[in-house]
């Protein structure tokens, strides 16, 4: 029997479909950085499944991971905090004093950190299990949430925005949808979702933080494991999945200067502005692969990530005159 787990309403979804002109060219753009303003973007959907769950068992502390710029760490600190629930950040990078972006965000919340070597990060579940265990012998209850959001009970958040986007009527127009993925759980959602409302649409990804086989593997499972937890009658069908490497070769919390003109042209001509570690590399795969012709049938999936424009203002403003 099919089980669909319960959420508690926290985004504000459903999030508009927008038809875009730009370079002569069109295609539709789903706004989830619409989602909030505290908690904007595509990791709300996921909490509302991820925190219902930690509200059930009266938790008083949530712990995440992340980078030092991570949207999925601000939204969810900004998210527990309006249930009541204290946060603890793992973060990847260095604290500073004068914080800018999300960081900065995490602060004026009154967060509770741990910053993490890149090394360190790679063990950062385990580094969070361990200090669960330290302060529930202190009486306290933790609920602890990986990477982005992404479980087999995260990905629900974008299992139910495929029902919301074929109530939009959008699939009348696109028969595949592109996202950016850094852990994997907003693709996995997306591909079991396409399965479960039977909407025959091919996923598109533009890895920005794992290589192509990780990122890949990290996705299917997270599917299969929903499938299995939840007993959904799909079977996983991994050629939906397309993985469009190539577009993160600066790493993560860099950005190249090719895509950061794109991005200040897009905003200037759309009054759209993209992050640098997540829509703006998937938009240079979008615009490389799927604006050639008139009109795209190739749904862009705005996960958000404003906040992290901040932490990147020099780099956005550097040779801002000359982008036509």
């Not at 204290?86 to 999300?102: E, I, R, T, V």
């Not at 396409?194 to 794992?210: D, T």
């Not at 050629?239 to 190249?256: A, F, M, Q, T, V």
């Amino acid at each position: 029997m099919l089980i669909i787990p319960k959420r508690i309403s926290l985004a504000n979804i459903p999030t508009p479909i927008q038809k875009i002109s730009f370079e002569g060219k069109s295609f539709y753009l789903k706004r989830d950085d619409f989602t909030g303003m505290e908690t904007s973007g595509n990791k709300i959907r996921k909490l509302e499944y991820l925190l219902y769950q930690a509200k059930k068992e009266k938790t008083d502390y949530v712990f995440t991971c992340g980078g030092e710029q991570s949207n999925h760490a601000r939204a969810t600190a900004f998210a527990a905090a309006s249930l009541g629930i204290k946060s603890k950040l793992f973060l990847w990078g260095k604290n500073s004093s004068s914080a800018d972006g999300n960081l900065f965000l995490d602060k004026v919340l009154g967060c509770e950190f741990r910053f993490l070597s890149k090394n360190e990060f790679g063990n950062a579940n385990a580094i969070m299990a361990e200090e669960k265990i330290s302060l529930e012998k202190k009486g306290k209850k933790v609920f602890l949430i990986p990477e982005g959001g992404s479980s087999p009970l995260g990905i629900w958040g974008y299992i139910h925005a495929i029902e919301e986007m074929q109530n939009q009527n959008i699939f009348k127009h696109c028969n595949s949808i592109l996202t950016a993925s850094g852990s994997g759980g907003t693709t996995a959602g997306l591909l079991v979702g396409s399965l479960l409302f039977k909407q025959n649409l091919k996923i598109f990804v533009v890895n920005v933080l794992y290589p192509k086989d990780e990122i890949k593997n990290k996705i299917l499972f997270l599917a299969e494991q929903a499938i299995k937890d939840f007993r959904l009658q799909i079977k996983l069908d991994e050629k939906r999945l397309e993985i469009l490497d190539g577009y993160s070769k600066e790493g993560y919390k860099h950005i190249s200067d090719d895509k950061l003109s794109l991005i200040k042209k897009f905003a200037r001509h759309t009054g759209i502005i993209l992050d640098p570690a997540y829509t703006g590399k998937a938009f240079k795969a979008y615009h490389d692969n799927f604006l050639s012709g008139k009109t795209s049938k190739t749904l862009f999936v705005h996960t958000g990530g404003l906040y992290g424009v901040f932490s990147k203002r020099k780099k956005y403003l550097l040779n801002s005159g000359e982008i036509k």
